[in-house]
């Protein structure tokens, strides 16, 4: 059986919730209305902002991570 190393675990995770996070982002923005593809060019609501920025958070985390794996 092949190990994951610890890494490729987090990055796993990551990219999981980021998945998860995509979804209940463009769920949310077209239950109001938006085109989620627009999300940068619209004032959001406190709620989409919030998952917004999370998005973008784990987006920079694994953008760090393929830097750093390299």
Not at 27 to 36: I, L, S, V, Y
Not at 39 to 53: D, G, M, Q
């Amino acid at each position: 059986m092949i190990a994951m190393s610890p890494i490729n675990t987090e990055d796993e995770i990551l990219r999981e919730k980021l998945r998860t996070l995509d979804a209940e982002f463009d769920r949310e923005m077209r239950a109001r209305g938006f085109d989620p593809a627009q999300a940068e060019n619209v004032a959001l609501p406190s709620h989409l902002a919030a998952l917004y920025a999370e998005r973008e958070q784990i987006k920079a985390e694994l953008e760090e991570q393929g830097e750093t794996n390299d």
